[in-house]
Every structure is written in C-alpha cells, then in structure tokens.
C-alpha cells in the first residue's frame, strides 16, 4: 500500500501535540469546556495518550496527543504514531513546534503506523490521516515510507509465495517502476558462469537458485548493495529445529531490506550509480544437498570447508560479494540476517554493522541518531582471523567453539573484498512485538540511516 498524507483542507483538524510539562500552560489559554473534558477524561499528556473534542455538531473539532517526557520519549520513537493510531477518523493537522528534524521523524511514523500486510486477511486501514506539515519535505518522507513498506511486505510474505523466482519478480517489478535494469543467472548457468557456491547451496531446492543484477543510474559515485535473499532456511543437512525455523520466512530480510532501500534512491533520483545483488536461494534437504565438509571453490577462487550447512549465507554472499568486487565501487554494502550472535550480542532493536572506515562510521551513526534508525558499530577484530581458518581450506564457514559468531561471520565476508570500500550489516528485519509505527513482523533496519548518510558518503 502507498504511503499518503491527506489532501490540504481547510476543515483539516487541528491536532495539538502537548508534553507533560507543557500541559498546564497549555490549558491556561483554552475554555473552561476544554479543561473540563481534559480532567474528565484523565488526560495527563502522557507519551501515546490521545484525546478528541467534540464541535457544536457532534464532529470531532479539535484534538490533542500526549508527548510525555523526555525520558519516556528516550525509551521508544516514533511517539506520535502511537497516539495517531486512537485518532478516529479524520484529516488532521499538526500544531506543534518541533524542531525540524524530530517532526519529520515523528510525520514518517505517522506514515509508517498506516502500514497493513493484508495480502492473506484485510485488516482496515488507519483512518486518521495527517496533513504533510509546513517544512516537512512530503515527497521525502513518501519515499522513505514507501520503501519501508515495500521491505515488510517482502518478508511478511511467506516462503510458498516469496521463493527465488518471486523474489526475482519483486526486483523486476522495481526495477519495471524505476527505468531500471535488471539480469539474472539461474539454475546451472551459475555454475558456467563461476557462481559456484550460490549454486551449492540452491540446488537442492525445487525453485532453483539465481543471482539477480539490477542497475540503476548513469551518473555519480558507485553503490553496490548486496542482500541474502535464502526465501527460507531449513539449515539444510544441519537441520534446524522448529523452534528455529519457525522465522526462516524471514530470512531473505537482507534482500528485502536493499530493495527497501533502492527504491528509496530510485524515488528521490539521487545522484549516484546504483547496483543491486541478491543471491536468491532456498536451503533445503535432498539428495544433492551440500553436506558437512564439503570443500566448496568460491567465484574468487578461496576455497572453503562446510562445517554447517546451516552457515549458508555467508557462501551465498561471499560469490555476490566477489562479483560485486570487481568492479571497484565506491562502496560496497552487504545486508543479511546472518547471525543469531548478533542478535544475543544487541536484541533485536538495533542493527549492528562492521566497517573499517571512520568517514562511514561517521556519516551512518549521525545519520541513524538523527533519524531514528540505531545501529551500533561492531568491530572487524583481524586476530579473529585465525578462527575462520580451518587448515583443510581457506575458510571454515562455521568456525568451533561458538565465540564471536558475528565477528567471524563478517570476518569471513570480507575475505571476499579487497579492492572496495566494504560495510557490513548484520540485521535482525523482524519486529517481535508491536510497537508504535512498528507492528510485529518484518522490518527494515538501517536502511533510512544509510540512505541519509549516502548524502555525505557518496557526494561528488
């Protein structure tokens, strides 16, 4: 569904945004009528509390939400969404002075509380609608929320209707919409040509593996995204058990997330080359599944030794990452839901990331602080380097032990770039409960940080 603020109206309700501490000088200035239903109804201000007036006619006249305090705003974002989704129906417009970048936050979640994954069961829409506020850039904010919504719907949807081929029609279908270009190498042609380990891990599935290569732009710096598309993950021989496989629909977040975020680009026309890898496969169990030391040769020629077949997508990365290489980009940036570590190392609210570049480090977590988008930096510790390296091979997809499982696994992925600027992001792309703006299910992270900081990472 698209994104949309109401149309400008005269009748558009005014809608007062008011803190605890703000909340007596507030009333100081309104009708006794006001101040009345206020107490009636136990309004306090408090962040999410939402109260309506009724005009002369019984239709709502006037509306306020609460902004609480400081310190509760610090434990949430997106507060304002919470109070926007009590709002009954209605066009409503913002009085609040805000400063400028808080506001655009809070209009984005007002955009993203409208989200419904409603492609198996209706659920109704929101009904309360907000006039874009003065100084907001509306077209902007659309953007963003609509690639936001695109990634949800990606890994809202389940792996019978979200395999490798209709993940490729996704990518088409974006790609369709923006003037894009887009191939893909499927099946056995991976193996002709020198995607080998994309192949050992697809094959066993019925819908067969595929890379998928979408470019976009002829002008700027070069981006190259590259997004784990494995539309479920059975662990393979290492079978998971149903405990873990229980979210695996998710488990193509990393793709889902750089289309999110390519869309974002595409719609605002930034200036820059765009390219976008997504390795498209599913793994499962057959005869020819890969198996526990297999030595795999991958597209740079490291060769690796399987220890997990429930390791895959960082063998699946690790060829796109290679191809995306070679052509020297300014930046290149992988985005996966690759470790379980991650998530034990920081939970699943922020999106943790390895770069060795203190200009990026720099640029995303501005960006994310400002936007409300946390990431937390993560470090690519090269005395772990051992670790990954299992003497048989080059590399040991799933090093013993158990220690820094995130580190080794990014450690990993950067063997596989050399002559790039690389980043990392290892995301979690599910929300595991509900929260403003945020309903549980898929999710995207880091993807509105880093489109705002490729404003500063990628200038001319």
Same mark, same amino acid.
């Given at each position: 569904?698209?994104?949309?603020?109401?149309?400008?109206?005269?009748?558009?309700?005014?809608?007062?945004?008011?803190?605890?501490?703000?909340?007596?000088?507030?009333?100081?200035?309104?009708?006794?009528?006001?101040?009345?239903?206020?107490?009636?109804?136990?309004?306090?201000?408090?962040?999410?509390?939402?109260?309506?007036?009724?005009?002369?006619?019984?239709?709502?006249?006037?509306?306020?939400?609460?902004?609480?305090?400081?310190?509760?705003?610090?434990?949430?974002?997106?507060?304002?969404?919470?109070? !926007?989704?009590?709002?009954?129906?209605?066009?409503?417009?913002?009085?609040?002075?805000?400063?400028?970048?808080?506001?655009?936050?809070?209009?984005?979640?007002?955009?993203? %509380?409208?989200?419904?994954?409603?492609?198996?069961?209706?659920?109704?829409?929101?009904?309360?609608?907000?006039?874009?506020?003065?100084?907001?850039?509306?077209?902007?904010?659309?953007?963003?929320?609509?690639?936001?919504?695109?990634?949800?719907?990606?890994?809202?949807?389940?792996?019978?209707?979200?395999?490798?081929?209709?993940?490729?029609?996704?990518?088409?279908?974006?790609?369709?919409?923006?003037?894009?270009?887009?191939?893909?190498?499927?099946?056995?042609?991976?193996?002709?040509?020198?995607?080998?380990?994309?192949?050992?891990?697809?094959?066993?599935?019925?819908?067969?593996?595929?890379?998928?290569?979408?470019?976009?732009?002829?002008?700027?710096?070069?981006?190259?995204?590259?997004?784990?598309?494995? %539309?479920?993950?059975?662990?393979?021989?290492?079978?998971?058990?149903?405990?873990?496989?229980?979210?695996?629909?998710?488990?193509?977040?990393?793709?889902?997330?750089?289309?999110?975020?390519?869309?974002?680009?595409?719609?605002?026309?930034?200036?820059?080359?765009?390219?976008?890898?997504?390795?498209?496969?599913?793994?499962?169990?057959?005869?020819?599944?890969?198996?526990?030391?297999?030595?795999?040769?991958?597209?740079?020629?490291?060769?690796?030794?399987?220890?997990?077949?429930?390791?895959?997508?960082?063998?699946?990365?690790?060829?796109?990452?290679?191809?995306?290489?070679?052509?020297?980009?300014?930046?290149?940036?992988?985005?996966?839901?690759?470790?379980?570590?991650?998530?034990?190392?920081?939970?699943?609210?922020?999106?943790?990331?390895?770069?060795?570049?203190?200009?990026?480090?720099?640029?995303?977590?501005?960006?994310?602080?400002?936007?409300?988008?946390?990431?937390?930096?993560?470090?690519?510790?090269?005395?772990?380097?051992?670790?990954?390296?299992?003497?048989?091979?080059?590399?040991?997809?799933?090093?013993?032990?158990?220690?820094?499982?995130?580190?080794?696994?990014?450690?990993?992925?950067?063997?596989?770039?050399?002559?790039?600027?690389?980043?990392?992001?290892?995301?979690?792309?599910?929300?595991?409960?509900?929260?403003?703006?945020?309903?549980?299910?898929?999710?995207?992270?880091?993807?509105?940080?880093?489109?705002? !900081?490729?404003?500063?990472?990628?200038?001319?």
């Amino acid at each position: 569904m698209p994104a949309k603020f109401a149309e400008p109206t005269a009748k558009a309700i005014p809608l007062h945004l008011i803190g605890e501490s703000q909340l007596d000088d507030w009333l100081a200035n309104q009708p006794a009528s006001v101040s009345g239903w206020v107490a009636a109804n136990s309004f306090t201000a408090a962040l999410g509390q939402a109260l309506v007036f009724a005009g002369p006619d019984g239709s709502v006249d006037m509306a306020v939400a609460g902004y609480g305090t400081q310190t509760s705003r610090s434990r949430g974002r997106f507060h304002l969404a919470d109070a !926007a989704a009590k709002l009954p129906k209605g066009a409503y417009r913002l009085e609040t002075d805000l400063p400028k970048d808080v506001l655009a936050n809070e209009t984005l979640g007002w955009l993203l %509380c409208a989200y419904r994954f409603d492609r198996y069961a209706k659920n109704g829409p929101m009904l309360a609608e907000l006039v874009a506020p003065e100084g907001v850039n509306a077209d902007l904010m659309i953007a963003i929320a609509d690639g936001e919504m695109l990634t949800r719907d990606l890994i809202n949807t389940p792996a019978s209707d979200m395999g490798p081929p209709d993940l490729e029609n996704a990518a088409r279908r974006l790609a369709d919409a923006y003037g894009a270009r887009i191939s893909v190498i499927t099946g056995d042609d991976l193996l002709a040509q020198n995607l080998p380990m994309i192949h050992a891990v697809g094959r066993a599935a019925d819908r067969a593996p595929r890379l998928i290569d979408m470019r976009w732009g002829a002008t700027g710096k070069k981006l190259t995204l590259v997004g784990k598309g494995v %539309c479920f993950d059975t662990g393979g021989l290492n079978l998971k058990p149903a405990a873990s496989m229980g979210l695996m629909k998710k488990d193509m977040g990393g793709a889902a997330a750089v289309l999110g975020l390519a869309r974002m680009i595409m719609a605002t026309g930034m200036d820059i080359q765009l390219r976008v890898l997504i390795p498209a496969v599913e793994n499962s169990v057959s005869a020819n599944s890969f198996r526990q030391q297999d030595i795999l040769t991958s597209r740079k020629g490291l060769t690796v030794e399987v220890n997990n077949t429930d390791a895959e997508g960082r063998l699946v990365l690790a060829d796109a990452l290679a191809l995306a290489d070679e052509e020297k980009p300014d930046q290149i940036i992988s985005m996966a839901t690759l470790t379980g570590a991650a998530r034990v190392a920081v939970g699943p609210d922020l999106a943790p990331y390895f770069s060795d570049s203190q200009t990026f480090v720099s640029a995303v977590e501005a960006a994310a602080a400002t936007h409300a988008d946390p990431v937390w930096r993560m470090p690519f510790h090269t005395p772990y380097e051992a670790m990954i390296e299992p003497g048989i091979a080059d590399l040991d997809n799933a090093p013993t032990g158990g220690f820094a499982g995130c580190i080794t696994a990014a450690l990993f992925l950067r063997r596989f770039v050399t002559d790039s600027p690389y980043a990392h992001f290892d995301i979690y792309g599910w929300q595991p409960t509900a929260a403003p703006a945020r309903p549980k299910g898929g999710v995207g992270q880091a993807t509105r940080a880093l489109f705002a !900081a490729f404003d500063t990472l990628l200038k001319k």
